[in-house]
């Protein structure tokens, strides 16, 4: 082979070479490149679920909120209740058509009427005697002589 041919070959050789280790580089590169971008992924995943464990941990804390809520909703509404029989007790009480102001007792078959009953309670509260025997007395249930001794704050 003349000496030129050999040149040129030598020379093609050596381009082909750089082409092959520039193919490499790149495909290394690349595969680097690729292999942090997952990583990047991977870790946003992993913020991702974090947030997601957080949320769901406030939801059931919200959620336990909301249940007691409803419970001193409820608690509320009664004491609401008993408020208003209580209004509606001294309501009556300063009707000048009712029984207690009119001096008159009202009674059935010897049981003495509801508002005569309550201002009885009311009397017996103010003296200081027990709940147990202030239920005795006027012959109400235990529970609601509580609830009028802790609705007149005694």
Not at 37 to 62: F, G, H, N, P, W
Not at 68 to 75: F, I
Not at 85 to 93: E, S, T
Request: glycine share 8%.
């Amino acid at each position: 082979m003349p000496s030129g041919a050999v040149g040129v070959w030598l020379a093609a050789q050596m381009v082909i070479e750089v082409l092959l280790c520039s193919i490499i580089i790149y495909y290394v590169l690349r595969e680097k490149s690729s292999t942090r971008a997952a990583k990047r992924e991977q870790e946003k995943t992993e913020m991702l679920i974090r947030t997601l464990d957080r949320l769901v941990e406030e939801s059931e804390d919200l959620e336990k909120k909301h249940l007691d809520l409803l419970q001193l909703w409820e608690k509320i509404e009664k004491k609401g209740e008993a408020l208003e029989a209580y209004v509606d007790f001294y309501k009556r009480k300063c009707d000048p058509s009712s029984p207690v102001n009119t001096g008159k007792d009202e009674t059935k078959d010897g049981v003495e009427s509801g508002v005569a009953c309550y201002e009885k309670t009311l009397r017996l509260i103010e003296k200081g005697m027990s709940v147990g025997e202030i239920a005795q007395e006027v012959g109400l249930p235990q529970g609601e002589v509580e609830l009028i001794v802790n609705l007149r704050g005694h």
